[in-house]
Protein backbone atom coordinates (compact mmCIF):
# COMPACT_ATOMS: atom_id res chain seq x y z
CA UNK A 1 0.00 0.00 0.00
CA UNK A 2 1.41 3.60 -1.11
CA UNK A 3 0.07 6.17 1.69
CA UNK A 4 0.61 9.69 0.82
CA UNK A 5 1.55 11.69 3.97
CA UNK A 6 0.98 15.81 3.72
CA UNK A 7 4.02 17.81 5.20
CA UNK A 8 2.49 20.88 6.48
CA UNK A 9 4.60 23.22 8.42
CA UNK A 10 2.36 25.42 10.59
CA UNK A 11 4.54 27.69 12.50
CA UNK A 12 7.48 28.98 9.99
CA UNK A 13 8.73 32.42 11.11
CA UNK A 14 9.48 33.70 7.36
CA UNK A 15 7.80 37.24 7.92
CA UNK A 16 10.74 37.65 10.10
CA UNK A 17 14.22 40.17 9.22
CA UNK A 18 16.32 36.78 9.42
CA UNK A 19 14.54 35.70 6.43
CA UNK A 20 15.13 38.68 4.62
CA UNK A 21 18.14 37.66 2.54
CA UNK A 22 17.48 34.09 1.74
CA UNK A 23 13.70 34.08 2.10
CA UNK A 24 12.97 32.71 -1.02
CA UNK A 25 15.79 29.76 -1.29
CA UNK A 26 14.52 28.56 1.80
CA UNK A 27 10.96 28.41 1.23
CA UNK A 28 12.17 26.16 -2.19
CA UNK A 29 14.26 24.19 0.19
CA UNK A 30 11.59 23.23 2.21
CA UNK A 31 9.26 22.52 -0.50
CA UNK A 32 12.37 20.04 -2.17
CA UNK A 33 12.24 18.47 1.22
CA UNK A 34 8.86 17.57 0.92
CA UNK A 35 6.97 19.83 2.58
CA UNK A 36 3.85 21.04 0.46
CA UNK A 37 2.12 23.79 2.55
CA UNK A 38 3.42 26.41 5.31
CA UNK A 39 1.64 28.48 7.96
CA UNK A 40 3.72 31.76 8.53
CA UNK A 41 3.30 32.82 11.80
CA UNK A 42 2.17 36.73 12.55
CA UNK A 43 3.93 37.73 15.65
CA UNK A 44 2.82 42.01 15.08
CA UNK A 45 0.29 43.46 12.90
CA UNK A 46 3.22 44.71 10.73
CA UNK A 47 4.72 41.02 10.90
CA UNK A 48 0.99 39.33 9.82
CA UNK A 49 1.22 41.81 7.07
CA UNK A 50 4.20 40.65 5.83
CA UNK A 51 3.15 36.98 6.32
CA UNK A 52 -0.18 37.77 4.39
CA UNK A 53 1.93 39.07 1.58
CA UNK A 54 4.50 36.75 1.59
CA UNK A 55 1.82 34.21 1.52
CA UNK A 56 -0.07 35.60 -1.65
CA UNK A 57 2.93 34.94 -3.37
CA UNK A 58 2.63 31.17 -3.11
CA UNK A 59 -1.02 31.11 -3.38
CA UNK A 60 -2.45 27.62 -2.08
CA UNK A 61 1.11 26.81 -0.65
CA UNK A 62 1.70 29.16 1.60
CA UNK A 63 -0.66 30.53 4.23
CA UNK A 64 -0.45 32.82 6.92
CA UNK A 65 -2.26 33.71 10.92
CA UNK A 66 -2.91 37.55 11.96
CA UNK A 67 -1.99 38.29 15.18
CA UNK A 68 0.28 39.11 18.25
CA UNK A 69 2.35 37.61 20.31
CA UNK A 70 2.65 37.41 23.96
CA UNK A 71 5.98 39.50 23.47
CA UNK A 72 4.83 41.85 21.19
CA UNK A 73 1.32 42.49 23.41
CA UNK A 74 2.83 46.14 24.81
CA UNK A 75 2.89 47.82 21.18
CA UNK A 76 -0.59 46.90 20.97
CA UNK A 77 -3.31 50.24 20.58
CA UNK A 78 -6.91 51.03 19.88
CA UNK A 79 -6.41 50.08 16.33
CA UNK A 80 -4.74 46.58 16.44
CA UNK A 81 -8.09 43.95 16.47
CA UNK A 82 -9.61 46.29 13.88
CA UNK A 83 -6.49 45.29 12.02
CA UNK A 84 -6.39 41.87 12.81
CA UNK A 85 -9.73 41.53 11.87
CA UNK A 86 -9.61 43.26 8.40
CA UNK A 87 -6.29 40.77 7.69
CA UNK A 88 -8.67 37.74 8.71
CA UNK A 89 -11.11 38.73 5.51
CA UNK A 90 -7.89 37.67 2.87
CA UNK A 91 -7.69 34.28 2.06
CA UNK A 92 -4.82 34.10 2.86
CA UNK A 93 -4.96 34.04 6.62
CA UNK A 94 -6.18 30.55 8.71
CA UNK A 95 -5.96 31.49 11.67
CA UNK A 96 -5.86 34.39 14.51
CA UNK A 97 -2.34 34.02 16.60
CA UNK A 98 0.41 33.91 17.62
CA UNK A 99 -1.43 34.85 20.72
CA UNK A 100 -1.05 33.30 24.40
CA UNK A 101 0.62 34.29 27.62
CA UNK A 102 4.49 34.41 27.98
CA UNK A 103 5.17 34.52 31.65
CA UNK A 104 9.23 33.52 31.37
CA UNK A 105 10.46 36.37 29.80
CA UNK A 106 7.89 39.13 30.33
CA UNK A 107 8.85 41.04 27.20
CA UNK A 108 5.61 43.03 27.58
CA UNK A 109 3.98 43.36 31.44
CA UNK A 110 1.62 40.30 32.21
CA UNK A 111 -1.93 43.16 32.72
CA UNK A 112 -0.89 43.94 28.54
CA UNK A 113 -0.51 39.92 27.66
CA UNK A 114 -3.59 38.81 29.15
CA UNK A 115 -5.69 42.18 27.53
CA UNK A 116 -4.99 41.43 24.33
CA UNK A 117 -5.17 37.24 24.36
CA UNK A 118 -8.35 37.95 25.22
CA UNK A 119 -9.19 40.70 22.97
CA UNK A 120 -7.26 38.07 20.01
CA UNK A 121 -9.97 34.84 21.63
CA UNK A 122 -12.52 37.06 20.81
CA UNK A 123 -12.16 37.83 17.83
CA UNK A 124 -10.90 34.28 16.46
CA UNK A 125 -14.71 33.14 18.55
CA UNK A 126 -16.20 36.25 16.41
CA UNK A 127 -15.02 34.83 13.17
CA UNK A 128 -15.35 31.67 14.13
CA UNK A 129 -11.19 30.91 13.23
CA UNK A 130 -8.95 28.70 14.45
CA UNK A 131 -6.65 29.98 17.47
CA UNK A 132 -2.76 29.43 17.20
CA UNK A 133 -1.67 30.21 20.71
CA UNK A 134 1.78 30.35 22.91
CA UNK A 135 1.91 29.57 26.28
CA UNK A 136 5.13 29.45 28.53
CA UNK A 137 5.21 29.45 32.31
CA UNK A 138 1.87 31.16 32.34
CA UNK A 139 0.01 27.44 32.51
CA UNK A 140 -3.08 28.63 35.64
CA UNK A 141 -3.75 31.84 33.93
CA UNK A 142 -3.42 30.77 30.63
Given at each position: MNESHDIID???????RS???DRKQVIERAF??????????????????????????????LFAT?????HDSRNCTETTISELRHLATHKEVVAIGECGLDFNRDFS????QEKWFEAQVALAEELQMPLFLHERDAHQRF
Open positions: IGVNLAHFRAAAGVQRMVITGTSVVGSQEGMRIAGEYPGQAGVHPPRPQ
